[in-house]
């Protein structure tokens, strides 16, 4: 390819609205040969189980504006795309989307294959319930992704999701509420190296969070982020994981409703989170062994017009694709 066809290509691809809409503009291919990062979305939307169900559109909403996303990593010096063979896996098929608990069975069916081969996946959800089909694959003892141990977690969220003193969340079991605590439970966390960060959501009982102590889990709430400050957060966030294979989950509500307003559980009781704290935050586990992320709660139909929430899910997304990148990186 000559040097104006590259150019010509180059700024084609960099327009949203033009071609066919892949997240970051990665290929579409779901073959795990030759593969380090898959690029996963995941449209489910009964794992919450409220009235606002609309979470199963995020991927699309996210690989319709993908292309206007960085392709390059300042701070890091690295451009991921140059360093690894990332693909975008497409979409898990659900054809029982009203079914919670088979939907959950067929995100397992889908990423055992992907762990099978080592690869690491980034998805876009989907509400936070995806996680536990996720982990329920690519962790604990048959895992080649984490050689047999448990995942740690670190979790980003204005909710623990670890509900276990409910039999269910409006019918549903694995639910968003539930997955932090059956993960742990069936032995696929290890919540005595996991930390959940942001959590400032609805109090409506004053012992809300004794439910992830109980389970081992260590907690930075807002207000004790924003008294220790980011430097002390991220000392915490690393000596708590240290050298264990970690997954990065972000629940988009852990952000301030001015940043992220198209959510499907909005908190804006308490400030949460501004960009430049998630962002330093992420990249303070440069370095650690990240088997995977993903990023959840999208809700496009109430986003703003610009789509500013689908956009800051796709900057969290490269933050997780370059955190894998730099440190897995096996292109020549």
């Not at 909403?61 to 690295?78: C, E, P, Y």
């Not at 605590?181 to 290890?190: H, K, N, T």
Request: hydrophobic share 35%; aromatic share 8%; glycine share 10%.
């Amino acid at each position: 390819m000559d040097k104006k066809t590259r150019d010509n290509a180059a700024m084609m691809n960099g327009l949203y609205w033009w071609g066919v809409p892949t997240l970051f503009r990665c290929p579409h291919n779901p073959e795990t040969e030759g593969c380090d990062i898959a690029l996963v979305g995941v449209p489910h939307s009964t794992g919450n189980g409220t009235t606002q169900r609309d979470q199963h559109l995020g991927p699309r909403a996210v690989r319709n504006i993908s292309a206007q996303g960085r392709r390059g990593h300042l701070k890091f010096g690295i451009s991921p795309w140059e360093m690894c063979e990332i693909r975008d896996f497409g979409d898990v098929p659900l054809p029982e989307a009203n079914n919670n608990e088979q939907c959950i069975e067929r995100i397992t069916d889908f990423y055992e294959i992907i762990a099978e081969s080592g690869v690491r996946p980034i998805s876009i959800g989907g509400d936070h319930s995806i996680t536990g089909g996720i982990l329920q694959a690519i962790a604990g003892p048959k895992s080649k992704l984490t050689g047999g141990e448990k995942a740690v977690l670190v979790h980003f969220d204005a909710h623990t999701d670890a509900f276990h003193q409910l039999d269910h969340f409006l019918g549903a079991v694995k639910s968003a509420a539930h997955w932090a605590s059956y993960l742990v439970r069936d032995g696929f966390v290890d919540a005595s190296k996991s930390i959940q960060v942001g959590i400032r959501g609805n109090t409506r009982t004053l012992d809300w969070l004794n439910s992830s102590y109980e389970l081992g889990y260590e907690i930075i709430t807002k207000d004790q982020y924003d008294e220790y400050g980011v430097e002390k957060c991220i000392e915490m966030i690393q000596e708590r994981v240290g050298d264990s294979p970690i997954y990065v989950t972000f629940d988009l509500d852990c952000l301030d409703v001015t940043v992220a307003p198209g959510v499907s559980n909005l908190e804006p009781a308490i400030e949460g989170f501004k960009m430049p704290d998630v962002l330093q935050m992420l990249q303070g586990l440069r370095g650690k062994n990240v088997i995977g992320g993903d990023v959840v709660c999208l809700m496009p139909t109430v986003d703003a017009p610009n789509q500013i929430t689908a956009h800051v899910a796709n900057a969290i997304m490269f933050e997780m694709v370059c955190l894998i990148a730099d440190n897995i990186g096996t292109k020549p």
